[in-house]
């Protein structure tokens, strides 16, 4: 029996910061900043939102589009670069906020952006294997940047929750391919606020060789070629990237357009490509199919070949859609953006 | 708030776990193990709400204590839920935004740190309905 995904849910916060407010502290031209990285603004926390009550809205989310009862999940793994504590993991406060306890296993992933995709492979695993009927794995990330870097521009707030198994499935996962390698691209220690990057490092060695390497090993896997796919998801560090990627292995803007939602919302970090993923499923029709790579710095890519079910015209209207969840915004300006960042 | 006695609460705070007296019907939160109308005649179950509700009265908080010092201007309210018990609560939105009768439905939110070091709390508020699309 295949295996792949019986629900998805999101979340977004919705407050939110332009980039020229960021701009203007900085001094920095606005124009230059948008076509740079081609994002507009970014969302931002609120001061009582941390990555453990974005990942309980996104699984809540997930619970409401599906049939699934909490007592069902056998496994709950959140991957993210910010987790509340070091020590003390945020997957027990999903799945007690759920109401899967106490019977599951559950665990916190750490891969910077690609932790939430590692967590749906680590399910299907499980799921294949016979252990558990579902699992919930959960990419929600609070993402930092230290005042006046570059990556202030991008980092944002948001989850994503995928509910793996082999029953009422409104996705197949068709296969899956990883390229792992040791990169220092991009790195936070061990108590320190903010992480630091290697500048144009994190592009050609890292972001681009590991995406190219694991979605081209994952076609290869399955006989396909781009232009066997209606949609194309890739990580999204800022807009030009995911573009630049998609053109590097012969996708088109229209494969990749309708899951490309970084220019609105910001780097959401390890929900990133899992939010972009679930903006294609908010719109694809049942047959489409779908092929999506993750990238964590350090450094890491996974890349999934997926197919839309027609079960998913039955559970997609039951719980907020992407499009909906970047609606009804607030702006911030800086200082109170300062302040919802804990900054001030 | 010490880590046990915020432990003891995760399910109320979380999931707005209260009870019912299958006697008389009537809803509880926070839980009670005795139904005081009923008293030895009544039986109590527990009971999940639904998390929806409606402002009865409020006010916004400008002078805070220490917990609770960074998250000023904040709308503290009275919200009844539609099994019938009231509770206070914090209410998710801008102090202008606010009103008596608003409807309002559940979120999962940090509610107050012991410290940096200390055990994070996180809970129940409520926030306007229609933002979460329901």
């Known amino acids: 029996m295949s295996i792949g995904i019986t629900s998805y849910g999101v979340y977004i916060p919705r407050y939110k910061i332009k980039v020229e407010e960021i701009a203007r502290v900085w001094g920095d031209d606005p124009e230059n900043i948008k076509s740079g990285l081609m994002v507009y603004e970014k969302s931002v926390p609120d001061i009582d939102e941390d990555t453990a009550t974005i990942a309980v809205e996104a699984a809540r989310n997930a619970v409401r589009r599906s049939n699934v009862d909490p007592k069902e999940i056998g496994a709950i793994y959140v991957g993210s670069e910010s987790h509340p504590y070091a020590v003390k993991p945020t997957a027990t406060m999903v799945a007690e906020a759920i109401g899967a306890t106490p019977f599951l296993t559950s665990a916190d992933f750490e891969f910077a952006c690609k932790a939430g995709t590692a967590a749906i492979q680590a399910c299907m695993g499980e799921v294949a294997a016979g252990l558990i009927k579902y699992g919930i794995a959960i990419g929600s990330d609070v993402s930092q940047a230290a005042p006046g870097d570059a990556l202030e521009y991008t980092t944002a707030g948001g989850g994503a929750a995928y509910v793996i198994g082999k029953k009422d499935l409104i996705a197949e996962i068709e296969d899956t391919c990883s390229f792992t390698t040791d990169t220092p691209d991009f790195w936070r220690r061990e108590g320190m606020s903010y992480p630091l990057h290697g500048g144009r490092f994190t592009g050609e060695p890292a972001y681009f060789k590991h995406i190219v390497s694991a979605t081209k090993g994952l076609m290869i896997k399955v006989g396909a070629k781009p232009s066997d796919y209606d949609f194309v998801v890739f990580h999204q560090p800022n807009g030009k990237f995911p573009l630049r990627v998609a053109k590097t292995l012969g996708f088109t803007k229209e494969q990749i357009r309708p899951g490309l939602v970084v220019p609105m919302l910001g780097n959401t970090y390890s929900a990133s490509s899992l939010i972009g993923l679930a903006a294609v499923f908010d719109g694809a029709e049942p047959g489409s199919r779908v092929l999506m790579t993750s990238f964590g710095s350090g450094a890491g890519s996974d890349s999934f070949s997926i197919v839309v ?7 997609r209207d039951k719980a907020p859609t992407v499009q909906e969840l970047l609606k009804g915004t607030k702006y ?9 960042k804990g900054m001030v | 708030m010490a880590a046990p006695r915020f432990w003891r609460h995760i399910p109320a705070r979380y999931n707005l776990i209260g009870t019912k007296c299958l006697t008389c019907g009537e809803y509880y939160f926070p839980p009670r193990t005795t139904c005081p109308a009923c008293r030895r005649a009544g039986t109590i179950e527990e009971c999940k709400f639904k998390g929806i509700g409606e402002v009865v009265t409020y ?8 917990a609770f010092e960074r998250q000023t201007p904040y709308v503290l309210a009275i919200v009844r839920l539609e099994e019938g018990p009231r509770l206070t609560t914090q209410i998710v939105c801008d102090p202008d935004e606010i009103e ?5 439905c559940s979120v999962f939110r940090k509610i107050t740190e012991e410290s940096p070091e200390g055990v994070i709390c996180y809970g129940t508020k409520f926030m306007p309905r229609g933002d979460l699309n329901e």
């Open chain 1, 309 to 315: 079910k027609e079960k998913i015209d039955e559970m």
């Open chain 1, 332 to 340: 911030l300006d800086y200082a109170l953006y300062a302040k919802h």
């Open chain 2, 59 to 66: 006010t916004v908080i400008r002078s805070a204590s220490d």
């Open chain 2, 100 to 104: 008596i009768g608003m409807k309002v």
